[in-house]
């Protein structure tokens, strides 16, 4: 195999680890944001979740209970979310910004106090975070050029979590399109009226998806600090959650474009990360920043109607009133 | 939905932000105790270190200055009803802007040209990074909070470019650019009174606390005196009313994002031309998103704006000071602090109006019934 | 099963569908309901007719369980009941169609009828199912609609179809309708009221509310009477007559003539010709409008809500810029091409009393003084200096309360704490100070009480007396008729024709405003 397919591959390889976080905050987001309740909280939920799953597992040598007290941590974040904007009608971009810049100052203070480490926890041995996952037949199948690579390489070798971001997608679209639950999430973030007056409460459908974009990002965040990380570092989620919002955006609001989105802008930053200092035929050195700021660049030329048009839920970010 | 009788003005304006504020702190004092220190002493030490060590009070100020710059930033676009979040990013390019003019301009010319135009620089820079987003939500209907927040990356890569970039300083590794020239710098409030024979400890404050000064007037001005500041009310309060009127209210949207990232962007006077003297990564430090904060606290207006700076400046600076006295809390408690009051006085703002409207609706029936 | 299906040898008397004891509901300071009761007979078309305010709709989203009562008793069947939500009401069979419609525009008709009762967990399960109902409603009362088409794209008329086989699908026996022909065309209105007459055959239970009295009269059994939150009276509809429920709805003997002298018209001050809007979507509100006002004399517009007379009045006002033809107001001619800006047009001597005041007229936030200067920020109200003047504003405010009888009249007051009369006349207090040489008015009495009525109408004499034209559009036919002294009916973004006040009756009217000419109508 040439060295530049092998390159290619690693870097669809990289893709997939550093699109995991993404594609489960983005799955977080549409939930929330279906529902009518603009999410700019993912980062952190995200970030707390993070901490709290290297934290616990550090104490507790396992990584599931982490993730289990992540996903916690970060379903309380979304019912705070939810109790401000939904119960006191506050405003969804204010509490949002709130949970970021609580989960910021949180994250650290709890972590000096409990390990004295500067804002981090211990680092992880591999029994506390989850270990990659050798698919069958690898060694069998790797005689077989390409496709073997392929199944090697980019199939088999991920961890759990990154398994459980992909299968998210299909999860959510079901949950979204096939299911009477999604039926009413979508209705209450376009015309809220009509599922009050259907009988249904806005209320408890809104904090549905505020606590299920909680778990999302719960176990996005113990992705980072668990799975492609090894402990947490201070300001870890470092703008991911964002990156997340832009894709639910960029997807339109659609589980399957979403993922689309994640993965291209995952891909922008593997390869931005591949192409550091790297010269380039006809362009010179890599613009390396440059694609670090594409997926915000053509996030706001799709918001502008520059590049096709995204209609946001109509309902969205209004508190509902009867 | 139970009947909220209206509340006092003065309780709208006093009581309910004062009880906000008290939640906030109220539940951080919770967290420290949950960390196992005693809230009480943490909060006199930061006192102390914001106002009552030698040299304090003006770091407190240099503080203040920020988040003045910041919080009427943010305050004039909500008084259009904007919500521009992208503070952060509009004050990191006008950063570029001032560090631009300096750097040409301080070796060949006096201060007195240099200045006034790096400060202008700032607000130039800052302006156009607020104009765009401005733009696009007017004329093309992108929602400003996104679209602010999307410039913040943008001006972040951007500024890593060129400080890692064409504007390094040669022969050096780190992202900035070379130390400006003398004319390039402002003075410190040190120099310039001790030029007027008064004497007072060093500190980072420098002559752009007085601009933020002028400016808290400037904005006060300006919404409640001109007519822009009519119409840029009126388009905040009720669009389809400010069509009415024939006021253009794409063109109000835009010129309100401009005056608001020129705003921001004066943050750049007190950390690059005030302090730094040159421009470095990160200088902004989350000084923008502060803003946002200080705009719910101050309601808006230029006096709150100033208080709700002043004890944010405080914060800052006695945060600072929990670092050299505790083991286990540092200055990121002031992060917590700053969240707090966030959700409290921004997102849970009237969660207290309920609760105070009707005790004070019953006190003063009481009353009533005592003198009748 | 129930009401006029029951034998008529039974036991007993079947309880009444609704009964309602002494409801009350206020909010705030405003008390919206006071002490309503209310008897209904199963199988029946109850009308509850009121002005707009009169608390009707708070009532039924009481019953709806939209809004909770503060005090009262609602027995439902001979049941009593406590209706929290609506769900508690569907439960209760009672179903209701929303003046504002509560479709999911974005969903299949199919979709919207299945929110709220799906039939389980899955969609799957209950798609089929509710397309049966769907099938079977249709034949039952002639309610076909296609159940795969958008929300969004349906007429009106079929959106509400959409709402009522919403309401009907779980079996309801009680159907609340709250205005229903508001945005309906008479034709439209006739297919519903056939609607309601065969479900009424099946023993639904129906009411109806509305302020039209023609409705009434046309189509209800029994009706109560609501005025100003309190319910003033039950009759039997073969009972009573128009006079007397006016006279009910709004408390006296209703002056349905304006006292006003002839007009004595002179030059052309207001114009249109072949002035056509339609919107960056390509739909069409105008269509090539013609017309003349000159000075002392008021031109009516009437017509159905929503026949392009808000279009008409936004770009005479110059709010909406016309896509063809010209406006020429006091010798300026304005074309689709010109500027359109009503900076301009208050300039060049126009004035605009906008339909909605909350909407466009005022600022509820702002503070009196502020509104009073609304549109009129760069004249000298303001002060003469670059800066707005304070001192000058109040007094400008101070000087338009006085004058126009607005109270409180505190300059410093916000504008939503004033009444709505009160906040009409501040309206209009601004737009006559400018001494216009051309007024156009949209609905100026909508939600204004009596004294305040009486009050606008004389000074829109007044002006008109004084030499200004003036273009009234207005949905209330009697104001129309009371006011104007030609009229301009609308149908469907067209002129259907001019006629002098002296050929036009509500017969005329009426047809010209389903779109028959008058040449053709006589």
């Known amino acids: ?322 | 939905m139970s009947a909220t009788p209206p509340l006092p003005r003065w309780a709208d304006l006093f009581l309910l932000p004062a009880l906000n504020l008290l939640a906030a702190f109220f539940v951080c004092g919770l967290i420290v105790l949950a960390i196992g220190e005693n809230p009480i002493t943490a909060l006199g030490v930061m006192i102390k270190g914001a106002f009552v060590y030698p040299g304090s009070l003006g770091y407190t100020l240099y503080y203040t200055t920020n988040f003045i710059f910041t919080g009427l930033a943010v305050a004039v676009a909500f008084h259009a009803m904007m919500f521009n979040i992208g503070g952060e990013g509009q004050a990191y390019v006008g950063g570029l802007g001032a560090g631009l003019v300096s750097l040409s301009l301080a070796g060949v010319m006096p201060s007195l040209i240099v200045l006034p135009l790096a400060v202008l620089g700032a607000a130039l820079f800052g302006a156009a990074w607020g104009i765009v987003p401005g733009y696009l939500q007017a004329k093309r209907g992108s929602h400003i909070v996104i679209t602010t927040i999307m410039f913040n990356f943008i001006a972040a890569s951007l500024m890593v470019w060129l400080l890692a970039g064409p504007l390094i300083e040669p022969g050096q590794m780190s992202p900035q650019t070379p130390k400006f020239e003398p004319a390039g710098q402002l003075p410190s409030l040190q120099a310039i009174l001790g030029a007027l024979g008064i004497s007072i400890a060093n500190s980072p404050l420098n002559l752009s606390f007085l601009i933020a000064l002028a400016a808290l007037f400037g904005f006060w001005v300006l919404i409640w005196r001109t007519r822009l500041g009519y119409e840029i009310r009126t388009v905040g309060q009720n669009p389809e009313a400010a069509r009415y009127a024939g006021i253009n209210v794409p063109r109000v949207v835009i010129i309100t994002l401009a005056i608001s990232g020129a705003l921001a962007g004066l943050m750049a006077t007190n950390e690059i031309l005030g302090v730094q003297h040159r421009v470095v990564l990160n200088f902004t430090a989350g000084y923008g998103f502060t803003g946002i904060a200080v705009a719910l606290m101050g309601r808006n207006h230029p006096i709150g704006i100033f208080l709700a700076s002043l004890l944010f400046g405080a914060l800052y600076q006695g945060g600072a000071e929990l670092d050299f006295e505790f083991q286990s809390i540092t200055r990121e408690m002031v992060l917590l602090i700053q969240g707090m009051i966030i959700l409290f006085s921004g997102a849970l703002a009237y969660m207290f109006n309920p609760p105070v409207a009707r005790f004070l609706a019953r006190y003063a029936a009481k009353r009533e019934a005592a003198h009748v | 099963m129930a009401g006029a299906a029951e034998p008529l040898g039974g036991a007993s008397k079947p309880p009444p569908a609704i009964e309602l004891r002494a409801v009350s509901k206020s909010f705030g300071l405003v008390q919206a309901n006071k002490n309503i009761d209310l008897v209904v007979q199963p199988g029946t078309i109850h009308g509850i007719i009121g002005e707009n305010g009169a608390g009707k709709s708070t009532l039924m989203n009481i019953l709806y369980g939209l809004h909770q009562a503060d005090s009262g008793e609602m027995i439902i069947n001979g049941a009593p009941v406590q209706i929290h939500s609506s769900a508690d009401a569907i439960a209760c069979g009672i179903g209701m169609v929303h003046q504002h419609f509560m479709l999911v525009p974005n969903f299949t008709v199919l979709e919207n009828v299945m929110l709220g009762s799906e039939g389980g967990m899955l969609l799957a399960e209950g798609r089929e199912e509710t397309r049966a109902t769907l099938q079977k409603l249709a034949e039952e009362y002639g309610m076909t609609v296609d159940a795969d088409a958008l929300a969004g794209d349906l007429p009106v008329g079929l959106q509400q179809r959409v709402e009522i086989i919403k309401a009907l699908k779980g079996g309801a026996k009680i159907l609340i309708l709250d205005e229903p022909t508001g945005v309906l065309t008479p034709q439209e209105a006739v297919s519903l009221f056939k609607i309601l007459e065969t479900l009424k055959q099946d023993g639904v239970t129906i009411l109806l509310i509305t302020h039209k009295l023609e409705e009434i009269m046309a189509a209800t059994d029994t009706v109560s009477i609501m005025r100003q939150g309190e319910m003033v009276g039950h009759r039997a509809t073969a009972e009573t007559n128009p006079e007397e429920l006016a006279e009910l709805m709004v408390g006296r003997k209703v002056l349905l003539r304006v006292d006003k002298g002839t007009s004595q018209p002179s030059d052309v001050k207001l114009s249109t010709s072949g002035l056509s809007c339609t919107s960056p979507e390509g739909v069409q509100f105008i269509r090539d409008v013609s017309f003349e006002v000159r000075a002392g004399e008021i031109l009516g517009v009437a017509g159905i809500a929503g026949n392009g007379q808000s279009e008409l009045l936004e770009a005479l006002a110059g709010m909406r810029p016309p896509t063809t033809g010209t406006i020429e107001i006091l010798g300026q001619t304005i074309t689709a091409d010109g500027q359109s800006d009503p900076q301009i047009m208050r300039r060049v001597g126009l004035a605009h009393i906008p339909e909605d005041r909350h909407k466009f007229g005022l600022v509820l936030g702002f503070e009196a003084r502020e509104n009073a200067i609304l549109g009129y920020h760069y004249a000298k109200q303001t002060g003469d200096g670059r800066l707005i003047e304070s001192k000058a504003v109040t007094a400008h405010c101070q000087a338009l309360m006085s004058a126009h009888d607005v109270r409180p009249d505190n300059p410093y007051l916000t504008a939503k704490n004033f009444s709505g009369g009160n906040q009409q006349k501040l309206v209009i207090a601004r737009e006559m100070h400018a001494a216009p040489g051309v007024l156009i008015v949209g609905q100026p009495t909508r939600g204004v009480d009596i004294g305040a009525i009486e009050f606008i109408h004389k000074e829109l004499i007044a002006l008109r007396d004084a030499g200004a034209a003036i273009l009234l559009v207005s949905v209330e036919l009697e104001e129309v008729l009371g006011l104007a002294d030609r009229i301009m009916v609308m149908n469907n973004g067209e002129q259907v024709g001019i006629i002098d006040r002296s050929e036009a009756n509500e017969q005329t009217l009426g047809l010209m405003m389903a779109g028959i000419a008058p040449e053709k109508a006589a």
């Not at chain 1, 195999?1 to 893709?15: P, V, Y």
């Not at chain 1, 980019?154 to 039926?183: E, M």
């Open chain 1, 1 to 322: 195999m040439s060295e530049f397919a092998l390159q290619l591959l690693l870097t669809f390889d990289a893709t997939l680890r550093l699109a995991a976080p993404l594609i489960l905050c983005a799955m977080a987001g549409i939930f929330s944001e279906r529902s009518g309740v603009i999410d700019i909280s993912l980062e952190g939920k995200m970030l707390s979740a993070a901490f709290t799953a290297a934290a616990v597992a550090h104490l507790s040598g396992s990584p599931w209970l982490g993730v289990m007290a992540a996903v916690t941590v970060s379903m309380a974040l979304g019912i705070v979310h939810g109790f401000a904007c939904i119960t006191h009608r506050g405003n969804q971009v204010v509490s949002g910004l709130a949970i970021n810049i609580l989960a910021s100052g949180l994250t650290v203070t709890i972590g000096i106090a409990l390990f004295r480490q500067g804002g981090q926890t211990p680092p992880l041995t591999s029994g506390e975070r989850f270990g990659p996952i050798t698919w069958w037949f690898v060694e069998g199948l790797n005689t077989i050029p390409l496709i073997g690579t392929i199944y090697r390489e980019l199939i088999s070798g991920h961890n759990v979590l990154v398994y459980l971001a992909l299968a998210a997608v299909p999860l959510s679209a079901w949950l979204l399109y096939k299911t009477r639950f999604g039926l009413r999430l979508r209705a209450v973030g376009e015309v809220p009226e009509a599922v009050d007056s259907a009988g249904v409460s806005v209320v408890w459908l809104r904090y549905r998806a505020v606590i299920i974009a909680g778990l999302l990002c719960g176990i996005a965040g113990a992705y980072l600090s668990t799975g492609q990380g090894a402990g947490f570092v201070r300001e870890m989620s470092a703008g991911k959650g964002y990156i997340a919002l832009a894709a639910v955006i960029f997807g339109k609001w659609r589980p399957a474009q979403a993922l689309g989105a994640c993965l291209m802008f995952g891909f922008l930053e593997a390869g931005a990360a591949r192409l550091q200092g790297v010269e380039l035929p006809l362009i010179g050195e890599a613009p390396v920043q440059l694609m670090l700021a594409l997926p915000y660049i053509m996030t706001v030329l799709l918001l502008a109607g520059f590049i096709g048009r995204a209609h946001p839920p109509a309902a969205i970010g209004e508190p509902y009133v009867k």
